[in-house]
């Protein structure tokens, strides 16, 4: 009914920057909050970024001045830019969603697969 995929992951060095994408698509009437959460191995999966409809922003306090989220509403995409990557940095990022589905009489949260960031040297 509704997908999220994201795309853009991959292995980097120390550093470096990357940009995640994530799509939604699907019978969708709206999205009130898109968000960036990550998982590495062994731990809680935790919020890193989250935008929600109107402009409010809120970052993981570890990523704050090095990540910036950012949505297209049009094309109903999300963004995170990343920037001077670090090792704790790797994880599996996923991209989350709340959606009203048309059909639906509420908001339900989304998930997509997930993206593996790698930040080694």
């Known amino acids: 009914q509704v997908q999220l995929v994201e795309s853009g992951g991959g292995l980097v060095q120390p550093e470096e920057s990357l940009r995640l994408s994530c799509a939604a698509s699907g019978r969708i009437s709206s999205i009130n909050a898109m968000s960036w959460y990550r998982q590495a191995p062994g731990k809680q999966r935790e919020l890193v970024a989250l935008i929600v409809e109107g402009g409010a922003i809120n970052y993981l306090e570890s990523v704050k001045g090095r990540f910036t989220i950012s949505r297209d509403y049009a094309k109903r995409m999300v963004y995170l830019r990343m920037s001077s990557l670090k090792p704790e940095d790797t994880a599996v990022y996923y991209c989350?969603?709340?959606?009203?589905?048309?059909?639906?009489?509420?908001?339900?949260?989304?998930w997509g697969q997930g993206t593996q960031v790698t930040v080694s040297s």
């Open positions: 989350n969603a709340n959606v009203w589905a048309l059909g639906d009489t509420n908001y339900n949260t989304y």
